[in-house]
């Protein structure tokens, strides 16, 4: 196995993210700064709506293809079928899904936009939802790069194109248009990326022929609890911004959204690692190659640990200040919520790409079941945690996203004799 090889596209895939997430930083800070903390709580509620929306018109196909098309390589004919199938189907979901949710917000008698206090701002929803077609075919062709091993590309579109044109275009539509100006920007932004991702999947994939049949019934059984696992967990993730929308005012959903959204700076390494190694555990997975797939996670999580550590000592010491001086001296008060999200996270990566294993090893639905049980934990101690504050809210995040990787752990261990978490490893090696 050629780990350096491997270490290096991996170091090249973390320095996309590392970049794309000084950008999305600096996007959220223009958002607050331009908007001001009500109207960015406004923004970021929208923003929650249209990224599950998004995830919905995927309805797993993007990760589909993380897992099936690496085993397509040497099919170039098959691989253009498969893109196709994956590309074409989302568009057409995407566009039925804006079509339906725009009748369901004008025709039924209670306007689901006033239920998480949008009420007033159906401009500012309208500007944002055609991105949810947009983003949609961008992720899936995102993945499609990496799924034959095009990850920098994949990456980039994923990642770097969308908050990088953002923040380029929201000062300016602010400035005349207001909130309703960041939620045009950010269209502007995933349509110039959808075009991009289309561009670069033509000249990766090109029209080939071949005998080979298409198996959509495979691809159905692997997306269905693919999309239920990542469904559930951008709900556990959006869910409490959209819980506080209901329940607190608009300043408190910006604390939350703005803690969330800097909590997951300690997951940039987890993602970049899992964008590389998805498609290679499939593989090796299916070649029986379960000792250099162990190797390769142990290694990875000992390093995610450690520069997790760092990050979460610096947020410790300087978060108050940064909040303050990035956001305003009313984000003070995102502190706390802050440390007690990174908390739960940095367990997350402690456990090491753990989820990624299962999945990769038919295991999907075990993640599926998994993950439904997390969802709604999570969702009932948030909405519990509500009616007391922000602060109580991240707290119930942090209890079972550490106890939801907890158990994914186990399982990796008892499913496929493989335990990266970073201090029980020694044991692990001895019983593998």
């Not at 899992?274 to 090796?284: E, F, Y």
């Not at 390093?303 to 410790?316: D, E, Q, Y």
């Not at 009313?330 to 790409?353: H, K, Y």
């Given at each position: 196995m050629r780990y350096v090889g491997l270490f290096g596209k991996s170091i090249v895939v973390v320095v996309i993210k590392a970049g794309a997430a000084v950008i999305s930083f600096f996007l959220v800070t223009t958002i607050t700064k331009s908007l001001g903390a009500r109207d960015s709580g406004l923004y970021f509620t929208a923003f929650s709506m249209i990224t599950i929306l998004a995830l919905a018109a995927r309805t797993g196909l993007d990760q589909a293809a993380l897992k099936l098309m690496p085993r397509s390589k040497c099919n170039p004919g098959l691989l253009w079928k498969q893109k196709n199938y994956f590309t074409v189907k989302t568009l057409i979901i995407s566009v039925g899904l804006v079509v339906i949710v725009v009748l369901l917000i004008r025709t039924m008698p209670f306007n689901i936009l006033a239920l998480v206090g949008l009420e007033g701002q159906s401009a500012l929803f309208y500007s944002i939802l055609p991105s949810v077609i947009f983003l949609s075919v961008a992720m899936v062709s995102a993945n499609i790069m990496k799924a034959i091993s095009k990850a920098y590309i994949g990456s980039f579109v994923e990642s770097f194109f969308i908050p990088a044109l953002t923040i380029l275009m929201i000062p300016p539509l602010t400035l005349d248009y207001g909130v309703v100006g960041a939620g045009l920007s950010y269209t502007a932004a995933t349509f110039i990326t959808f075009l991009i991702a289309v561009a670069a999947l033509s000249r990766n994939i090109p029209r080939a022929i071949s005998t080979t049949e298409l198996n959509s019934k495979e691809i159905i059984a692997s997306s269905s609890p693919l999309f239920a696992v990542t469904l559930l967990q951008l709900l556990i993730k959006e869910g409490p911004v959209l819980l506080a929308a209901i329940k607190l005012n608009p300043i408190d959903v910006s604390m939350l959204a703005v803690a969330s959204r800097l909590s997951l700076l300690?997951?940039?390494?987890?993602?970049?690692?899992?964008?590389?190694?998805?498609?290679?555990?499939?593989?090796?997975?299916?070649?029986?190659?379960?000792?250099?797939?162990?190797?390769?996670?142990?290694?990875?999580?000992?390093?995610?640990?450690?520069?997790?550590?760092?990050?979460?000592?610096?947020?410790?010491?300087?978060?108050?200040?940064?909040?303050?001086?990035?956001?305003?001296?009313?984000?003070?008060?995102?502190?706390?919520?802050?440390?007690?999200?990174?908390?739960?996270?940095?367990?997350?990566?402690?456990?090491?790409?753990?989820?990624?294993?299962?999945?990769?090893?038919?295991?999907?639905?075990?993640?599926?079941?998994?993950?439904?049980?997390?969802?709604?934990?999570?969702?009932i101690l948030a909405t519990g945690a509500s009616f007391y504050g922000v602060i109580y809210i991240s707290a119930a995040v942090c209890v079972t996203t550490a106890v939801y990787n907890m158990w994914l752990m186990r399982a990796a261990y008892t499913k496929c004799g493989m335990c990266p978490f970073v201090i029980s490893r020694k044991f692990y090696e001895k019983t593998l």
């Open positions: 300690l997951t940039i390494l987890l993602i970049a690692t899992t964008t590389v190694l998805a498609p290679i555990i499939s593989r090796m997975y299916s070649e029986n190659k379960h000792i250099d797939i162990y190797k390769i996670l142990t290694k990875t999580t000992g390093a995610l640990v450690a520069i997790g550590l760092v990050i979460m000592l610096i947020a410790w010491v300087f978060g108050e200040l940064l909040l303050a001086e990035a956001f305003g001296e009313d984000f003070r008060g995102a502190f706390l919520p802050m440390i007690l999200l990174m908390a739960g996270q940095l367990v997350n990566i402690s456990t090491g790409p753990v989820q990624t294993l299962l999945i990769m090893s038919s295991n999907e639905k075990f993640v599926k079941n998994s993950t439904i049980a997390f969802a709604v934990v999570t969702l």
